[in-house]
């Protein structure tokens, strides 16, 4: 419990104060409120409008889940099959690495045009920017397995399909996991940029209303609740690591 505390009270500490330097050079310098609230400012007038930014923060959340369901699925095929079939892993990935240097910004408005503005596109756009570190990690997972067990499995006569299902899988589990993990991250994000390319609801959506009509405290307070959904969504991927791949045993200091 010691040990835990230690690591958790100085990020916490840091935050503290930088909230207590934000407020109060915003209260020194008398900061009008459209152009930067202080943190009491942004909670403040969260709870003022809350049943109308919770309508949208639920919105954000319905569609990061299925993207990123969706994006984490595609991943683990893509990287599985990859790994099996080496010839194909020879000729498509460097089309997949190719395909992560396209600006996020430039490719929403493209699957805008071509699938115009409903579901389609903002699920698409986070399924693109998921499933490459997932289908990556999930590649290197598969490639280190344990060389020692690789051979006694052939010797045993084992074919592709079980040394896969029985080593290299389980093997590559805390690989995928760390993949997840980034995946989550990016894709709060990018529900975010989604939304913000073109809906009629959702954080992304308020953000933009907000900033036109320079409601500052209404930015801050939706982007405080896209980090902690991005923060939220990375420690239950977290969790669900500890509880899947308990057989692993930790690293020191870990």
Same mark, same amino acid.
């Given at each position: ?79 599985? !099959?990859?790994? #099996? /079939?080496?010839?194909?892993?020879? =000729? &498509?990935?460097?089309?997949?690495? %190719?395909?992560?240097?396209? @600006? ?20 698409? !756009?986070?399924? #693109? /920017?998921?499933?490459?570190?997932? =289908? &990556?990690?999930?590649?290197?997972? %598969?490639?280190?397995?344990? @060389? ?20 290299? !899988? ?85």
């Amino acid at each position: 419990m010691g040990s835990k505390w230690a690591k958790v009270w100085p990020p916490l500490m840091a935050m503290i104060a930088f909230l207590l330097v934000w407020q109060g050079a915003v209260f020194f310098f008398r900061l009008e409120k459209w152009f930067l609230p202080g943190p009491a400012a942004v909670v403040q007038e969260a709870i003022s409008i809350w049943p109308r930014l919770w309508e949208h923060t639920a919105a954000t959340i319905r569609l990061t889940l299925l993207g990123f369901s969706l994006g984490a699925l595609t991943g683990i095929i893509v990287g599985g !099959l990859l790994h #099996l /079939v080496k010839r194909v892993k020879l =000729s &498509v990935y460097p089309l997949l690495v %190719l395909s992560q240097n396209i @600006p996020i910004i430039a490719l929403g408005p493209l699957l805008v045009m071509w699938f115009g503005f409903g579901l389609l596109p903002k699920v698409l !756009l986070i399924i #693109l /920017v998921c499933f490459f570190p997932i =289908s &990556v990690a999930m590649m290197i997972g %598969l490639a280190n397995s344990d @060389p020692r067990l690789m051979n006694y499995m052939q010797m045993i006569g084992a074919n592709k399909w079980h040394i896969f299902r029985r080593l290299e !899988l389980p093997h590559a589990l805390p690989y995928l996991f760390s993949g997840l993990k980034i995946a989550a991250a990016y894709s709060v994000t990018s529900a975010i940029v989604a939304e913000w390319l073109g809906s009629s609801k959702g954080l992304g959506y308020f953000m933009q209303l907000s900033s036109k009509g320079f409601m500052a405290p209404r930015v801050f307070a939706a982007v405080l609740i896209t980090i902690t959904l991005s923060m939220s969504l990375f420690g239950i991927i977290a969790l669900a690591e500890r509880w899947i791949i308990r057989w692993q045993p930790r690293k020191e200091g870990g």
